[in-house]
């Protein structure tokens, strides 16, 4: 179980801090987010983060990529989570190039994954299609039509959907909703007729989109892995983003963690610094142990992933699970103990409490992996 | 038929003839409140005319005397009142820092000049009031406040800085603490003064929250020109005025809570949300932290009654208004956490007419200052264990 | 809503707390204990209480009691948990008080109110049988058999089973393992043949007792209310129970926390009185806070019963969840401010521990009245 | 063939040959335990012949040299001799206070005579020590220690109380801190000393606890002589050597939540005692805390191994051995809450054989002592804020 970092991981994490730290701090962020920017992140800074081979750090070097591994893709999101980089990097980096890299022909892969990893492609999941994760609730339809299907349905929280180059879509093939089997994956253009897009702009100013698809025609080539066998792909896209979100929830909550930490040690009330209150220091002190415990189930995740470990469904939900939980609370207390101010737009706290609310609940919210968790136990 | 009878008659049958329909509906956002003052437009003829005629009355402050724009009624033909007027529906006439905050601070410091100068348009709805408190350094630790306020002889003049003035950019006049001397402890040499806020050197500036739009100013004062008819109480005794209202204050958000809970059950929006499964609510481990929030805020509305209630019996509320309101605005802040929970990915939406702007999202946003205005939850803790529980050095 | 008290309930009130101050203070549990006593209580006090018309304070003056209701008892309740008075006053004076009462026929009340409210008969309910609480999970049953019925079953968690003068057992005359319909009670003599009683003395050093009924046969006269519906009893009474329990574990819980902070007043270290150490003050304000809160819950549940309103149900589940919850706060907290003298038996805190333990899984823990109280709100 | 896999290879057979069938059965209760020492009753003969075995491969103290009776054997042999003692579930041939905390402290602070005299009879297990830290006044706060030890010119004199020396009624020995100078700061003035318990003066009287009968004494001192060889490192200076040693305890305390946590998962005691419905445990609101307890539990563990991996990797456990034994203790009390929680009626029976004789409700009552032994959490956190987090104050 790889715990703690090795030589060329300590490399990258540094090369990582430095890039998100200069290149796409906080400011940039908002920066976007003021500007009212149409696509919501920086497509030069998407493509130095190409160049890095960021974007194509699970994708296979036949394809372009540097694969490092999901134990360097998690040390890329941390440092992202800590600036609150906007990127496509969860979407097209994790999970579509993990789509494609299990689920793919020679084809695909040889059409897509070059250009994930040279950031000239952006590729959305679309899954989710009510207000919370679930998989098995697909409820999008893909009839057989010709030689190829015919897909309906709507679905929410697509990340990055609305500047996507292709859409990776979930839909039920055979089965119903509530059935893991029966979900067949289809990779297709949004620009497809029947296909609408609306950008959903979130609380933390990054990208999202709902999707329509309207009787949305497409040939055979379309399908992404075996039929009515989604859920094989699926699976291991999940953990992938699973893995690769808390990591970022890590870096998110480790920042407001210390940002906080460096602020109480800065403001007076009372002729004291407040960082002098043992009440503050004793949940200061609980919440350093936190985030210890959570630093551990992230590396633990990632490593079961690299290692394709048996158990790497689990992990993934431990992970997700703690982080949820984790960097939630880290919002809240820094929001609290920031105080008034923290409660401005002008501080940077608030902005990481919405950018760990909207983490929390992709793929997969506390809730949802303590209950997978218990299932998957049996109890 | 006793008098509080024929009084409860009274206003019923006045009620059913003067409050027009659209003031009966539910408030559905602030833009319904009717705040009043010099800049005050109108949402619709209704209102104004509602305004109008409870002013008439003197029911916009139904016990203050008569003098001062009042109807002079007792505590018990208030509360007859207010039942009377959630019976049908009625909308507050009047949403104004003038009667829920100045309006007691004068009754109990003022003197007769300052009554009558300043009560009767407060009564009226013609001069709209915001709290001049907090400065950047003197958040939790309201005491060490320094804004500075001169003696020129027949007037003072006042420079520095509050934040939090809720409306001060569209508020008419100003009440305020100053610092009227530094040479003692912190908690002398404050005093409470008034001022108009159309003086020259009054500059209120809207602060942005993460909630996004706010109440809240930034105000600065330079050079600014204050009668001395206008200090309140006795001069650097300000921070009795101050503390009588912080009381008041806290007792105002703590409620919040129990306000809150009116709306819609939090298990109905779960429910709505998330869907039933064999009778239970389809997350598993959200329905176990919905239903311990929920019997919490059953208990805690039950406490506020049973404080109420005793207080009522002739006890002060005193300290435990710092309870109430530490439990109240944490509970809140779970509630909300909740709702987020349970509308996952439609509640995460920031701008779309379907999620109504953003309004839940704001919301939870925005009930994260609950624990922090008024007091934070830390203070609340250091009061109860100072206070209550008398515990060495608090 | 009588959430403040009258004079009467003031008075009444500050007698129970002289009483059992005087007559029944912590050491006379101790005593107990030490001792090994064979009853587990005082037969002494018991009359005592009895003479105070403690034992009849829900039964009707016809029958000798003093019918001051559920308020009073509450506060008898309250009083008996700060002083962790041991005596039959839940499984006599409530349970079965309330239980004959409300399903008694006119010559069962004659037999046996007068008894209770004299302190001269103990009753114990025999309803669970597994380890949790789950009255409709009831699977004793009870066959017609001539004109009277033959009992077969085991019951656990039986409070003062070992000394009970009658017993009121709950056992199935029709449906299924689980249906809350087709359970009856009956009232037999604990001598009767098949009926055999083992005593187990229990973390708190209170009395239960584990009962087997082996073809144990009872007339029709045993029949406590109607056939097949002692669910309609059995639902007030465990109400009755759920409230004064919730009432006791106020009691116990206040003391808990009124002791520790009367501790941490004097205790040093550091050169300090713990006390004045702010992480301490903020949990014990919290815990405060909590107290208040629940002290309304139980004060409402009293009300409801006393009142007869329609929703008592709703609220003896709220009292119950609540009292489960912040009375182990409170002794949780009481040990771990103590510190290591909290830890040995000569210091009281860890016998409230314990007491808490038994009582807050008494007629449902927190889970199971959350799981209620979800359930009645249909979600 | 490294000499590593050749030691282990000869270490497999070595064990294979010499570990008695009995001593390789799971240690069922504190009686399988062999703490040696002069009054040391063997419950087996194979117990017996175990210990001898080891001593005589100087395997009870592996990596002490040999001319102290250890077998000078590297860390890494030292895991791999564990670790094929673990292959075929071995028992230790020996728990020793002298092993686990009078051993370091000799080995780094004692002289070469000291290291003589004291460390063979350990490592045979002949000599039984106990632990004299703690006082009444001196429990979180140590170093505010009081018992008086006086020079005699010769010898030292001893005056005072120790509380929490576990087994002090069964040793044979005592490693103590007092204090030999009260006039500087309480760090000050420590003194680190070594006596026979059966020296006249010395008085140990078990303590009871909540859960129970306990290792637990009381022991006064009364005019102990303790001769100056007996003294440990530098007079005045014993603080060095407490400090070093309770970091080493709350290291060995803070591993305890994993080693709970290799008996049976909570949810499979949760799912026996209440069982499975539709593949859930049937109480849904215990389901999402055991859960929660569960994942904590994992991860948790996944700590424990990452920071002793990272301290192999050159760095020291330092300031987090404080986290460990926080986090650790209170996880631990909240699994045997929930373990209670899970039993029910069953779990709450003190006497009977059915429960035997109360073993969990005296396990969870044992646990709540967990976060106040070896430092309370309050401390830990005390630790954490000022080393780790270095915030003013702490």
Redesign the interface.
């Known amino acids: 179980?790889g715990?703690?970092l090795n030589d060329d991981e300590v490399m990258l994490r540094d090369t990582a801090e430095g890039f998100f730290a200069n290149k796409s701090p906080v400011t940039a962020l908002r920066k976007l987010r003021d500007d009212r920017d149409e696509t919501g992140f920086d497509r030069a800074l998407w493509k130095e983060m190409a160049d890095m081979g960021f974007a194509g750090v699970v994708i296979e070097e036949d394809h372009g990529g540097v694969d490092m591994g999901f134990m360097a893709a998690g040390l890329i999101a941390e440092q992202m989570g800590r600036n609150l980089s906007a990127s496509p990097f969860l979407s097209t980096a994790i999970l579509a190039a993990t789509a494609i890299r299990e689920g793919g022909t020679a084809e695909q892969k040889a059409a897509w994954l070059p250009k994930i990893a040279g950031g000239e492609a952006i590729i959305s999941l679309a899954l989710?299609e009510?207000?919370?994760?679930h998989p098995a609730g697909t409820s999008a339809t893909a009839e057989k039509s010709g030689n190829g299907f015919k897909l309906n349905g709507s679905k929410?929280?697509v990340v990055d959907g609305h500047i996507a180059d292709a859409l990776i879509v979930a839909a039920r093939t055979s089965g119903e909703e509530g059935d893991a089997e029966g979900i067949s994956l289809f990779i297709l253009d949004p620009k497809t007729k029947g296909v609408f897009t609306e950008r959903?702009?979130?609380?933390?100013?990054r990208n999202?989109a709902r999707i329509e698809l309207d009787d949305v025609e497409v040939s055979g080539d379309a399908l992404l892995g075996s039929l009515d066998e989604g859920m094989a792909v699926l699976g291991k896209v999940l953990n992938a983003g699973r893995a690769a979100v808390a990591a970022e929830l890590l870096g998110a909550g480790s920042q407001a963690f210390e940002s906080t930490?460096t602020y109480?040690?800065e403001r007076?009330?009372?002729?004291t610094?407040i960082?002098?209150?043992?009440?503050?220091?004793?949940r200061?002190?609980?919440l350093?142990?936190e985030m210890?415990?959570?630093?551990?189930?992230v590396?633990?995740a990632l490593t079961a992933l690299d290692d394709n470990d048996s158990k790497a469904d689990l992990y993934c939900a431990?992970?997700k699970?703690?982080l949820g939980s984790v960097a939630?609370l880290a919002s809240?207390e820094g929001?609290?103990m920031f105080?008034?101010v923290?409660?401005?737009?002008?501080y940077d706290i608030?902005?990481f409490?919405?950018r760990i609310?909207?983490l929390q609940?992709l793929f997969g919210?506390?809730?949802?992996h303590?209950?997978q968790?218990?299932?998957a136990?049996?109890? | 038929m006793t008098d509080l009878k024929a009084f409860a008659a009274q206003a019923r049958e006045w009620l059913e003839a003067n409050c027009p329909e659209d003031m009966r509906q539910p408030i559905s956002s602030d833009k319904d409140l009717c705040w009043g003052g010099r800049n005050w437009e109108f949402q619709s003829e209704a209102q104004k005319t509602w305004l109008e005629r409870m002013v008439a009355k003197g029911w916009t402050v139904p016990t203050w005397p008569k003098e001062y724009g009042g109807a002079g009624l007792s505590r018990a033909e208030e509360n007859i009142l207010k039942k009377e007027m959630a019976r049908i529906g009625a909308r507050s006439p009047l949403s104004s820092f003038g009667i829920w905050m100045l309006g007691p601070a004068l009754l109990k410091f003022g003197t007769e000049e300052q009554k009558l100068e300043h009560l009767p348009p407060v009564a009226r709805g013609e001069i709209r009031w915001c709290q001049g408190y907090s400065e950047p350094n003197a958040g939790s630790d309201l005491a060490s406040l320094a804004t500075k306020c001169e003696d020129k002889g027949d007037h003072f003049i006042v420079n520095g800085q509050k934040v939090w003035t809720s409306y001060a950019d569209q508020a008419d006049w100003i009440f305020c603490l100053v610092r009227t001397d530094n040479t003692g402890k912190k908690h002398h040499g404050i005093s409470f003064v008034l001022f108009d806020m159309e003086t020259p050197g009054v500059d209120a500036r809207p602060i942005k929250l993460i909630s996004g739009r706010s109440p809240f100013c930034e105000t600065f004062f330079e050079d600014v020109r204050v009668e001395k008819k206008n200090l309140v109480g006795t001069r650097d005794r300000g921070w009795d005025v101050a503390k009588y209202l912080l009381t008041h204050e806290r007792e105002m958000i703590g409620g919040q809570g129990q306000l809150e809970g009116q709306g819609r059950p939090l298990h109905e929006i779960a429910a709505s949300s998330l869907g039933i499964e064999d009778g239970r609510l389809a997350d598993p481990m959200l329905r176990a932290k919905v239903a311990e929030a929920e019997i919490d805020d059953w208990a805690f509305s039950l406490t506020v009654a049973r404080k109420l209630a005793e207080a009522k019996a002739g006890a002060s509320l005193g300290a435990d208004s710092s309870m109430l309101k530490y439990y109240g605005t944490e509970l809140n802040k779970r509630k909300y956490e909740l709702m987020m929970d349970a509308t996952g990915h439609d509640g995460l939406e920031w701008e779309s007419d379907r999620s109504n702007d953003g309004k839940l999202a704001r919301s939870w946003l925005r009930t994260k200052g609950n624990s922090i205005e008024g007091g934070t939850s830390e203070v609340q803790l250091n009061i109860i264990s100072k206070h209550i529980l008398q515990l060495p050095g608090a």
Chains 1, 3 share one sequence.
């Open positions: 179980m715990l703690v989710d009510g207000p919370k994760h929410a929280m959903t702009i979130m609380v933390d100013s999202a930490v109480i040690k007076k009330q009372f002729g610094i960082g002098e209150f043992q009440a503050l220091q004793h200061a002190s609980h350093y142990s210890e415990i959570a630093r551990s189930a590396m633990a431990m992970a699970a703690k939630k809240q929001v609290q105080g008034g923290g409660m401005t737009d002008e608030g902005l409490m919405k609310r909207v609940e919210d506390a809730h949802y303590m209950n968790f218990a299932l136990n049996k109890f």
